[in-house]
């Protein structure tokens, strides 16, 4: 049973978007370099790549972003056999999609950096591809992408023009101080129009219309004229060959076989194997047994030197010892590590358990091994009286979390029940007591049962998002009526062409984790996009409410919700709880009450015939055997009070459900 | 109709083998009784409708033809054989279920009873019931099953609202079985039962009240209210799942129900059981053979049987399925002498359970004695008495526990099932705790 989010964020193809991102043991093309490679011999190196005669100034390091199914990697495609990386056939069709999941969705996930060969003007330049995960959800992981890079390709679809996901990405490029070149793809398309985009792009970027190329990646049209605006606009790399190592790891990979394959953008100095090498976040130390190019499969290479882009291998054994972000440098010579390293936020939480406890153990085996390409997903072991043992999951966001769950389903077959996502509080203590118990004074709270009591807090923060959204007009009243709803605040409000709005909310993220997607595509006819961007806390006023069955408290249900919301939250538990809750012989009470306060209440009526009217020609086997299976599932159920509650019942209250 | 010349002397013979046994009954003194495992009730499947009824799921076909011959024939070797195997001396009730066993012909029936009485003792004042389904029963033909031996019916009435009936499948106008139960009230006085469904798609509490306040004026001393429960594989469930109709409401079943048991009560009726009341004494005693957990054989396609078998040494009485298809059933029954598909032996505990299970549904419960018959190492107070939860239930005044013994109150009988889910595994942990080194059932 998969309780997502319900068709949610990004329609499947946001989906997969990020899915390949954490590039599974999926169906990788066998690897080009023979085993044998990897054994060192002198005969090999000789036969290895020479790097050391593409200089800085021939080289450009570049991402291609893009809102989902704009054309990103029919594009990428394209350059690939441009620059004769890969032959140029009918069956090249997102070549850089590797996984199962982005060649059946058509989508790109996560395009493997590739490093193109290209000659022009009698010079052979290096062109490293370097590909970022498209979703805001990574959005650290793309500024650490885009910080390998000197420019990108912003690619708009000459039909459907400026989406939110095309504004958050520019401004992730813009904030890097990125070149960026525009390109209009499907220009073949009908009803293109690409100067109605072009006037898209100047109004909300900023940057004058002759400068969008207009090309179709489909059939090739004018793509050579991107290739030449990457060497003409983008700046090589500063970097210096002659100062000690400083290397970027932009992405990891595990393989079963090899350990952790990180993927590194040299900013200083040189790296070969054998060189001795530290991690300035772990300040491990490991010796490196390959270095290499990606083209797009791994290719070993003698040496990688500053402004080239490839993958290290250096016996690390976990995704953890190689986090994105991270700089590695040559033991005995420490650099300053590069700015804007953190490590993963997890922005969305929710439980996770199995259906059935004896599928524990498998679940616990598929977690782990999904876990094993992926760093961002943190786990806790928890475990909730009513459904057994599980995990309290943190994810970056939503996408993050729905694929984790599809993936868990479709690679592992792993039937799980997920609880409804909650997100990171925060309190600001002035007891000086509980600040000596929690060592500091400002406590992020994940679990609402550990919810200071308002007496003992000087405020309570709530996460909060700046949402873009961009809407054909005629939706923008409604939409500011969902938006309101939500407790968001309007900061900004354009006009992008005659009748193409785009508007700006700062969001409690807690509003926007569960159906907000799916409202704003159900209220536009499916023409709105969305995306949003980690914007802090704010202060909240928020409340623990409680669940009580006949005046006992159902500790899974305690919930922490924001004042204004907490009679609409509580109410519809109620009535949850109320149609899952079966009857029983007395009456049951069902309230929401904030502390003392009752705020919401349903009533669960007694049973008033339940026996079953006859036992037809003395078959009393079958009734027998209905009657200790009820018996039997009886035991098991959770008692509140003396009120017998099934699992289901909570499953059908903590669950994620669209239809909120 | 020509009527094969052995046909008709089998049948006349049949006839006057049942009077006969009448004039022996009413000569000779009561007899003595047998002991329990000596006795048993007998339950004979007719297996053929003439339609299939758009609610019901028992084990019934609708045949093209059938060679009724071979089936009586079948039945009578297949009584002969399970009474032989029990080793019963006293057959205290027959019950000729369906199907619809008004189809048979009386001849099938004298032939079966006469079986049954020349192989073991059947007691003249034995209750000989036949299901009839009022189409299939003309007052004549009614007349005919009395001379073959039947002396109590139950007519499968079902309601008094010709749509209804309609919606149920029925063969037959309410005016019909108005009419039958007339009839059949002449010839069976005092022995007459009839049922009535409640809780249809789309049925009321007022107009259901009034079919059986018309019923009340028309009635004999038995009356069964059965609760529509829709079975996966029936038409109707198939209709309320296609949303064709309404779905059942339990609250307005649970009203017509308690409304009903209500106006019986006034009626001078007794519930002694869940779905069953009666006046004058008229409680039909092959049920409550049943209820009281008795040994009875099951003869037929799909009949169901609980006895102890004899001359295996053991003690052990087994829960028994025949085969249920007709044609597969006819010919182990020729093979073999009975078609009997499945044996389980039942253990101690399981005893108990089916005691308690089935005892609750009636009004005077499990009386102490009945209990020690079963459960001679455990009391009922054993059992019961120390339990918090089962106070609690007794509290409520759903449940009495006294010193007549076990039972649901006037308020706890319509939730039994709900009350058995406590008392259930209550008596499953007093049991392994008294008996630690038997294997739960053993």
């Known amino acids: 049973m998969w309780t997502v989010l319900g068709p949610g964020w990004g329609r499947g193809h946001a989906l997969a978007l990020w899915a390949a991102r954490r590039r599974l043991p999926g169906p990788r093309p066998a690897p080009t370099r023979e085993p044998a490679a990897r054994r060192f011999s002198s005969a090999d190196l000789k036969e290895k790549l020479d790097m050391s005669g593409f200089p800085v100034e021939n080289t450009r390091n570049f991402s291609i972003i893009a809102h989902v199914d704009h054309g990103k990697s029919t594009l990428a495609d394209r350059l690939l056999e441009l620059t004769g990386t890969i032959d140029k056939t009918k069956n090249n069709k997102q070549v850089l999609d590797k996984l199962q999941v982005e060649r059946e969705r058509g989508i790109t996930v996560k395009a493997q950096t590739a ?7 009698g010079k052979q330049y290096l062109l490293n591809l370097i590909d970022t995960p498209g979703h805001v959800d990574f959005s650290y992981e793309v500024s650490r992408s885009l910080s390998a890079c000197q420019g990108v390709l912003l690619v708009v679809d000459a039909n459907e023009g400026i989406q939110a996901q095309t504004v958050a990405n520019f401004f992730l490029a813009f904030e890097a101080q990125l070149s960026v070149i525009p390109v209009i793809n499907k220009i073949d ?124 291998i250096a016996g690390m054994k976990d995704v953890t010892e190689a986090q994105i972000g991270d700089t590695l440098y040559l033991h005995k010579q420490p650099v300053e590590p590069l700015p804007g390293f953190k490590s993963a936020k997890p922005m969305v939480f929710a439980g996770m358990y199995p259906i059935d406890q004896s599928e524990y153990n498998n679940l616990k085996s598929a977690i782990e091994k999904l876990t094993l390409n992926d760093s961002s997903v943190t786990v806790h072991r928890d ?53 000596k118990e929690y060592r500091e004074k400002e406590i992020t709270i994940i679990n609402p049962a550990q919810f200071p009591d308002k007496s ?43 009748n193409r709005v785009m508007l700006k909310y700062l969001f409690p993220l807690n509003e926007i984790v569960v159906d907000f997607y799916d409202s704003l595509k159900s209220l536009s006819s499916g023409y709105a996009s969305f995306d949003y961007e980690d914007a802090g806390y704010q202060t909240a006023e928020l409340v623990k409410m409680d669940v009580l069955l006949n005046g006992n408290i159902v500790e899974e249900l305690v919930t922490v919700v924001h004042k ?52 037809y020609g003395g078959d009393i086997t079958r009734k027998m055997k209905l009657l200790k299976r009820q018996a039997e599932g009886k035991k098991r159920l959770r008692k509140i009070g003396n009120i017998e509650v099934p699992k289901e019942a909570f499953i059908k209250v903590l669950k994620t459900q669209s239809d909120k | 109709m020509a009527v094969p010349g052995a046909r008709a002397r089998g049948w006349a013979a049949a006839a006057r083998a049942a009077q006969r046994r009448r004039r022996e009954e009413r000569t000779g003194g009561p007899a003595r009784p047998e002991p329990a495992s000596r006795r048993a009730a007998l339950y004979v499947h007719w297996p053929y409708c003439e339609k299939r009824c758009s609610y019901c799921n028992f084990n019934k076909y609708i045949p093209r033809g059938v060679e009724e011959a071979a089936m009586r024939k079948c039945l009578v070797t297949e009584a002969q054989t399970l009474l032989r195997l029990s080793g019963v001396r006293r057959v205290e009730s027959v019950f000729f279920g369906g199907g619809t066993p008004s189809l048979a012909s009386p001849h099938t029936v004298a032939a079966v009873l006469e079986a049954v009485a020349q192989a073991t003792y059947l007691p003249a004042d034995s209750e000989v019931t036949l299901e009839a389904n009022p189409t299939s029963a003309p007052g004549s033909r009614l007349a005919a099953f009395g001379a073959a031996g039947v002396n109590r019916l139950s007519i499968g009435l079902q309601s008094l609202d010709d749509a209804e009936l309609r919606l149920l499948g029925r063969t037959h106008s309410a005016g019909d079985a108005l009419r039958t139960l007339a009839a059949a009230r002449r010839l069976f006085p005092g022995r007459v039962s009839v049922d009535l469904m409640l809780g249809l798609p789309a049925q009321h509490v007022g107009p259901w009240l009034g079919q059986l306040q018309e019923l009340l004026r028309r009635c004999d001393d038995h009356v069964s209210l059965y609760q529509l429960s829709l079975e996966r594989g029936t038409a109707l469930f198939a209709q309320v799942q296609q949303g064709a109709l309404p779905a059942p409401d339990p609250e307005l079943a649970a009203e017509m129900y308690q409304a009903g048991r209500e106006a019986l009560r006034e009626a001078g009726f007794r519930q002694y059981e869940v779905s069953n009341f009666a006046r004058n004494g008229a409680l039909s005693t092959h049920n409550w053979t049943y209820w009281q957990c008795g040994q009875y054989l099951g003869v037929g396609p799909g009949a169901h049987g609980r006895f102890v078998p004899q001359g295996a040494g053991s003690n052990t009485r087994e829960a028994r399925i025949q085969t249920l298809e007709p044609d597969n059933w006819m010919k182990e029954v020729m093979l073999f002498g009975h078609g009997t598909r499945k044996r389980t ?72 099932d709900s009350l058995l889910l406590t008392l259930l595994p209550q008596l499953q942990e007093a049991w392994q705790q008294r008996t630690p080194s038997l294997v739960p059932g053993g």
């Not at chain 1, 490093?115 to 003007?121: A, T, V």
């Not at chain 1, 149609?579 to 012989?585: A, E, F, N, T, V």
């Not at chain 1, 919401?600 to 006859?614: H, I």
Request: net charge neutral.
């Open chain 2, 345 to 416: 032996p039942m253990g101690r505990l399981e005893m108990l359970e089916e005691v308690l299970a089935m005892g609750l549904r009636t009004d005077v419960g499990i009386t102490h004695q009945h209990w020690q018959r079963f459960g001679p190492q455990l009391t009922l107070w054993d059992v019961f008495g120390t339990s918090k939860e089962v106070k609690e239930l007794l509290e409520r005044g759903l449940l009495l526990l006294d010193h007549r013994g076990l039972r649901c109150s006037w308020e706890g009988l319509p939730v039994l």
């Open chain 1, 564 to 615: 204004d919301k907490a009679h609409l939250v509580g109410k519809s538990i109620c009535e949850r709880l109320k149609d899952s809750l079966p009857r029983q012989l007395f009456e049951i009470a069902i309230q929401a009450a904030i502390g003392n306060k009752i705020i919401a209440r349903e009533t669960v009526k007694p049973y008033r015939k339940n026996v079953l009217a006859k036992c």
């Open chain 1, 189 to 312: 398309l009908k009803n293109a129009d690409p100067e109605r985009v072009e006037k898209q792009i100047e109004k909300v970027f900023d940057i004058p219309s002759d400068e969008c190329i207009k090309i179709s990646a489909k059939l090739g049209t004018n793509v050579e004229s991107v290739l030449q605006a990457v060497i003409e606009r983008i700046p090589p790399p500063k970097v210096h060959r002659k100062n000690p190592l400083r290397a970027l790891v932009f992405d990891s990979t595990f393989d079963q076989y090899r350990g952790v394959i990180a993927n590194v953008a040299l900013f200083d100095g040189v790296v070969s194997k054998g060189d001795k090498i530290v991690s300035a976040h772990t300040q491990k130390t490991y010796e490196v047994n390959e270095v290499g190019i990606l083209n797009p499969n791994e290719q070993s290479t003698q040496k990688l030197y500053a402004g080239q882009v490839g993958y290290l």
């Open chain 1, 456 to 498: 003992k807090v000087t405020e309570y923060l709530e996460p909060v998002v700046l949402g873009t959204i961009i809407t054909p007009d005629e939706y923008t009243g409604k939409i500011m009526m969902l938006c309101q709803a939500r407790r968001a605040v309007q900061k900004n409000m354009m006009f992008i062409d005659e």
């Open chain 1, 115 to 121: 490093s193109l060969f290209y000659n022009c003007e």
């Open chain 1, 383 to 435: 475990s909730s009286l009513a459904l057994g043992a599980g995990w309290r999951l943190g994810f970056l966001g939503l996408l993050h979390m729905e694929v984790f769950n599809q993936r868990l389903e479709q690679e592992y077959n792993a039937s799980v029940i997920l609880t409804t996502p909650t997100v990171p509080y925060k309190a600001v203590l002035s007891s000086a007591k509980l600040i």
